[in-house]
DNA sequence: TATGAATGAGTCTTCATTCAT
DNA sequence: GATGAATGAAGACTCATTCAT
């Protein structure tokens, strides 16, 4: 039996997901509040029962979408293994994600341009982020990654990284994704891991006095 | 003297900054054309008469914005250094162009976005990347980077990266900047680099000989 | 023990009430029927079961708004005093009625104007001004009022003087209504009794000895 | 030859006109903006060109119209004669262009009721109010009415009864507005001048001769 | 060329009223 | 009787573009 609460909750979720179409496909500004009611099968009054305003809705879209992504990247972590299987694992979600939902990952910048109409929800988003800022902070606590790194650096390389190459892969057929996200964790390993710093340290000194003394040489053979 | 071409493209530029200032401002959907004359000084006809649509002035604002910028970023590269100076110096440049200019950024991402209104000027911003490639090329040519490593996969590192960054830095200002670019070099370093960290231990005998070598060239020289 | 039929009274006083404060607050138009149904607790649909049409409800509302305003007045008019004392006691009760009804009355007023919507229950506004109408034809009765003044005459400047300096008196402080009051009354003194009132105390004895006189020249004749 | 601001004036005058009119018929929240701009032979965009919004357009037809009754009253008051027959003369402009503009009138109360959204523009119904203001307080300077009634108080009386007789007399037509204009000079003259001595004296010798004739018959009878 | 007044299609939002439960 | 979700027509205002001067 279907009871009246489960039927407005319905609506709510129709009327949700025709805005989420619609948005997707004309963006925010040219998405009409008729279009969303017509594709909800509702009347236009209807919508602003459940979001009072066109912002009010879009919001809500974002949101949806947010919490939806947060739940998928967590389902799709493999349990127990080291940090960089896990973060390559994260990133090749991010990435099919991205492919899949580049229409909405445009509208969320775009809400972040028409700053002055709508707003994206920032808590949801920071919640999504914070599922790489765990992985790669239990890597500093394991050891496995070099506890200098700045945590918030590692992040804007990972989603800048990722979600460029969401789109360039998009409009190029030639590019293999999978190459992007094993480059990212190759250099997050060789950059990351402890050893390798040093040794391109005890380098530098002997590089610079090759180097003088190269110019000296250079002096003398041409004199 | 001043001609009546000088006069007519000298119109033309105040136009397109009018608009360039506009459009950073409101975004492209609020950004009135009414306004865009305003500033610029001329009759709301007149802008039609240079350009026929909006759509026309947001793509001539996007193809100054980003000519200028390439314009810049050669400018701004240290001649002769080696590659992974010039990309850390292309890193920087981009970084706090990006700053500079978040809002045209946004512009371009939201005329991505509104893809059915507005169109990214594509070869002017392939001028700009291109930038990036051709240091990286010669890097390659150079041997100072492994010839296995995809261009484009390493483009969108770079690009991806610095964008993240600048809008992250933007908007927390503990987060140095300098860091994030620094933490890229560093990492295409590690990672481009020809030698692979194992390969390292090799390495140590033929520091030994160089070592030796340099210092008897230092003597040779010296006296 | 509450019997059905009580409670259904109840609720339909609920609704007037709230209909009558929520037009008051807000006028006939802005008046929203959803809040009426908020502020008497129950659905909007039930309103309706009470009242066909926001016009219908208007229309409860100014007929109970009259019908009390002739109940008060009534009840405010001191037995037995002539006729000025009468009329100045209704003029103050107006007065201090309209002060505190002034939204009311520009209910009644905006009411009057959209005519096409709503309209003012007529008979109940004719009720009240009787009250005025049949103080003056009792002073006409009595020969307190000189016949010859038409009721209507003084009934447009009784109301309309009341009703103006009800408005002015609310705008500014400085003005006090009993002033205005005074000043109506006496000038119906002073233009509508047979002769100004200084004259007919001087040829008051005089009257009462004719009449003595003129009586026994009565028995007299008859006799 | 018509000249560009010519043209211009002559459409905001039509503008203004069929602004009138729809807001007259309709009233103000029913008054439709397309309708006016139908009227007035313009698209309705044009309409905003010379009036920022409905409420602006609203303000400035009331402007204009009390600007214009101010103008026509000063014409129609005689020159030279005494305050009362200028009184008179007022009042009769008064009710007839209240006869006239009724639903001007109403438009006006409404617009005050409607107080959230249009504002009565009460510096020109105020220049008009002074037309009053002068005649009697002039009328007090010539000693032609008593100084000791404040002027509000018969400015009150004055127009609260001439606007409630033009509705009174509009609605039934056995009734003259004459008179009533005839009743409230009359009881102006009968209460705000110094009395008339004339009369009391021209009774003194019919006292007299009432006298002896009754004390005459006194003596008649009483023997 | 330059002007800027005019256009009118396009859109969000409101709210009296209905009706299935 | 009572509910309150749903309806959808209506209306103020915007703004890219045109065109007569």
Known sequence: MVTKRQKLEEKETRILAAARDVFVEFGFEKGRMAEIAKRAGVAEGTVYLY???KKDLVRAVLEQYWAR???????ALPEGSNTFDQLQAFARFHLSAFHRD?????MNVAARTAHQDFEVPMERVRDYVRVFDQLFERGKDRGEIRTTVPTWVARDM????????????L???NKDPEAATANLIALFQAGYTDEAPEK???LAPLVQRLEAAVA???DLTSS
């Open 51 to 53: 979001y009072q305003t």
């Open 69 to 75: 992504l947060t739940r998928e990247a967590l389902e």
């Open 102 to 106: 580049i229409d909405y990952i445009n």
């Open 158 to 169: 990972f989603f800048g990284t990722l979600e460029h190459t969401a789109r360039s892969t």
């Open 171 to 173: 409009s190029d057929d």
């Open 200 to 202: 391109t340290a005890e």
């Open 216 to 218: 000296r040489l250079d």
